[in-house]
């Protein structure tokens, strides 16, 4: 049975996550759907036993169609924020996500055929330096590919 790391609780929600940074020729990778306003990055729920790093190559191959390898870990974030789930209640979010950054193919030809809770996923190649002027998440993503620091980041982010 594959179980995801992470629990609700009344209004509280708590998840595991491995997330992918994937940089192609200037642009970055990142989601979207019919249900949101906004891009998000490719990734998911690590499962029960299985490595942070297992789950982003998954995860990755799951949404893109591609077998990306992983290059290094570069962000731990802690996320906190308020959602509002299908019955239109307020979830107060709990996330802690790694962040993998990916090695390049060289193409940004993807085979994508991704869903998530029913809905298609649409692959989306925003250019690193426009990326401030896209609503996407995590808001860190500008900041971090501008700089892209060798070592390990840890950041937290609270939009309660």
């Known amino acids: 049975m594959q179980i995801d790391c992470g629990f609700t609780k009344e209004n509280h929600w708590f998840r595991y996550r491995a997330a992918a940074i994937i ?3 200037g642009c ?3 989601a979207k759907n019919s249900t949101t306003d906004y891009f998000y990055s ?4 690590v499962r029960l036993h299985e490595r942070a790093e297992d789950a982003v190559k998954r995860e990755v191959l799951e949404e893109t169609g ?3 390898e992983i290059d290094r870990l570069a962000v731990v974030h802690e996320n906190f924020f308020t959602e509002t789930n299908r019955n239109s209640q307020d979830l107060h979010c709990h996330e802690i996500a790694f962040y993998f950054l990916m090695k390049p193919r060289g193409t940004q030809e993807l085979n ?3 869903y998530t809770s029913g809905v298609r996923e649409e692959m989306c190649w925003i ?3 426009e990326l401030g002027t896209y609503k996407a998440y995590p808001a860190f993503m500008k900041d971090f590919l501008r700089e892209m620091p060798k070592e ?3 950041i937290v982010t609270d939009e309660r």
């Open 66 to 68: 591609v077998p990306y």
């Open 127 to 129: 250019p690193v330096a």
């Open 28 to 30: 970055v990778l990142f």
């Open 42 to 45: 490719v990734g998911g729920a």
């Open 112 to 114: 994508s055929n991704s």
């Open 152 to 154: 390990i980041v840890h």
């Open 23 to 25: 940089v192609e020729n």
